[in-house]
């Protein structure tokens, strides 16, 4: 590193530690959420999400109404991930009121049920006083139950495409989900914000989901790479397992996101028919047709009623699923 013009001293490699962290947790219709802890986003995210669409009846709405409550949804999450977010071992973050049902309620209540509102309307976090080859996700059942949820990331495609000297180690360039400066967009188009600054020592905000479902007969376990997507793929896939849909409908249902900033729907190419899309212009929304579809979801479901088990991966994607018995007499050899 140092011949390369490196900043790094072997000070900082001995003083690195890995922290052991408590889940954030939720609940959402009777299905508890346990994900990903601060420093990422995504557990905060995808629970803040699902909190602020419980009081809608979803299910009951024609499809453009529903997406646009949903968008709503996003828009605010992503305000607030913004806004307080970062690494918990250098700024207090107010985690009690991003996950408490009455504060989504309040968000709830601020959505216009026909118009988008403007996410320049939305108090903007830099006013606040608080200061591919790339992510790979992997989900695990195995015959006794334990799972694994799991998500790693050197950020973009190989990183930083750098190994220092012949150590073999291929660096990250996480520092791009730091915020460079207020207001400063990174590759994922996530504006800056204060919590999020650099500062030496500090771990970087991310969006890692990796997330277990959980009701009295099913267990799901999910997660994707795909950068500033990643929270409301999983919010879409916890919404298909919430209507009792099968696996393979998480992981290859077409998707739409919004991140709050840019302040427009980001919509795979054949995601939602024209109707629905000259629908949620007509409520204000601005819609991006992205040029490919994204996400490479890895999913399980385990129907501990029925004692079965289905897996799937998502068909964008390089992943693989396959449920399989090994008797313990082979799993020992
Ligand atoms: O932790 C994060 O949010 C990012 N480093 C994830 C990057 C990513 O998923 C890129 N993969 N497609």
Not at 73 to 91: E, S, T, V
Not at 155 to 168: P, R
Not at 280 to 299: E, F, I, S, V
């Amino acid at each position: 590193m140092r011949a390369n013009g490196g900043i790094w001293s072997l000070q900082d490699l001995r003083d690195y530690r890995i922290v052991e962290r408590a889940p954030s947790v939720g609940q959402y219709h009777g299905i508890r959420i346990v994900s990903a802890s601060p420093p990422s986003a995504g557990g905060i995210g995808l629970i803040e999400m699902l909190n602020t669409l419980e009081p809608f009846e979803l299910h009951r709405l024609q499809p453009a109404q529903r997406i646009h409550f949903i968008v709503e949804a996003m828009r605010r999450a992503y305000r607030d991930r913004a806004a307080y977010l970062g690494d918990p071992d250098f700024i207090d973050m107010p985690v009690a009121m991003l996950l408490d049902k009455a504060y989504a309620r309040g968000l709830a209540q601020s959505i216009h049920p026909e118009r988008a509102t403007p996410s320049d309307l939305l108090a903007p976090p830099a006013s606040s006083d608080r200061s591919r080859g790339d992510t790979s996700h992997f989900s695990i059942l195995d015959s006794e139950g334990n799972r694994v949820a799991g998500t790693l990331t050197i950020n973009y495609l190989f990183g930083a495409a750098f190994v220092a000297g012949d150590t073999g180690v291929l660096l990250n360039n996480e520092m791009d989900d730091f915020s460079a400066a207020v207001n400063a967009p990174n590759l994922y188009g996530l504006i800056g914000s204060p919590p999020n600054l650099i500062a030496p020592g500090k771990r970087p905000l991310s969006s890692m989901t990796p997330t277990f479902l959980e009701t009295d007969d099913r267990i799901a376990i999910l997660g994707v790479p795909g950068g500033s997507r990643i929270i409301t793929m999983i919010l879409l896939a916890t919404l298909a397992f919430a209507d009792g849909l099968p696996p393979q409908d998480w992981v290859s249902q077409d998707r739409f996101h919004h991140q709050y900033l840019p302040d427009t729907i980001q919509l795979e190419p054949d995601a939602l028919d024209e109707h629905i899309r000259t629908a949620l212009t007509r409520m204000g929304h601005k819609l991006t047709t992205l040029n490919r579809r994204y996400g490479d979801m890895q999913a399980i479901l385990w129907n501990r009623k029925e004692n079965q088990v289905e897996a799937a991966s998502d068909p964008r994607g390089i992943g693989a699923s396959d449920v399989f018995k090994v008797s313990v007499k082979e799993s020992v050899r």
